[in-house]
């Protein structure tokens, strides 16, 4: 049994090793561009022109634009009208954004994919070994809850469950609407 776990292990570990293009990713921005990584730094695509920004840090989605910084240039990308302006220190930048009115009150800076549940996905497929033993304890909570708490809201696996199923709720719903607010 132990050089089970062993074997295991070394196949989990093997495995993320050989995983590299897991890392890359294609998304459309909340307003139809394209933005991806594959491998060697995130680019954004976007207007009828096709323009690409290459090497994109830090962005955030706000207001029909995409907005962040690249190398050690600052950007607004303005989707809905295909426009870019690229700034090269951080006060014009910071004053474009107050005269457009592009500053969120909760902004949500992204630096990679922004979607991880497809991730998740993948890592409890790679790493079914921790992923059962874990699912086996929520289905006991589950049970729990249902069968002998009757979902009552007072009792301590209950508890759990709501709360649980309301963390997930909440990331999920984060995820599909990652515009900042």
């Keep these: 049994m132990k050089t089970l776990f062993s074997l295991l292990f070394i196949l989990g570990t093997v495995a993320r090793a050989e995983a590299q293009g897991f890392g890359d990713w294609d998304r459309h921005t909340p307003y ?3 933005m991806y990584d594959p491998g060697s730094g995130t680019k954004l695509v ?3 022109d096709r323009r690409e920004i290459n090497g994109v840090d830090r962005w955030y989605f706000y207001k029909g634009c995409t907005i962040g910084t690249y190398g050690k240039q600052y950007f607004i990308a303005d989707e809905r009208n295909a426009r870019f302006e690229s700034f090269d220190s951080e006060q014009a930048w910071e004053n474009a ?4 009115q592009l500053k969120p009150t909760w902004t949500r800076w992204y630096e990679d994919d922004w979607c991880s549940f497809e991730g998740l996905l993948w890592l409890m497929l790679l790493g079914f ?8 304890v929520f289905g006991v909570v589950v049970f729990r809850a249902i069968v002998r708490e009757r979902l009552h809201p007072g009792k301590p696996y209950t508890l759990v469950l709501l709360g649980v199923t309301l963390l997930v709720t909440i990331r999920y719903v984060l995820e599909e609407n990652p515009v900042s607010l």
Excluded at 97 to 100: A, E, F, K, M
Excluded at 129 to 136: E, G, K, R, S
Aim: charged content about 10%; glycine content about 12%; aromatic content about 12%.
């Design 32 to 34: 139809g561009s394209r």
């Design 46 to 48: 976007f207007g009828p």
């Design 97 to 100: 954004l107050t005269q457009r």
């Design 129 to 136: 070994y921790v992923t059962i033993p874990l699912l086996a």
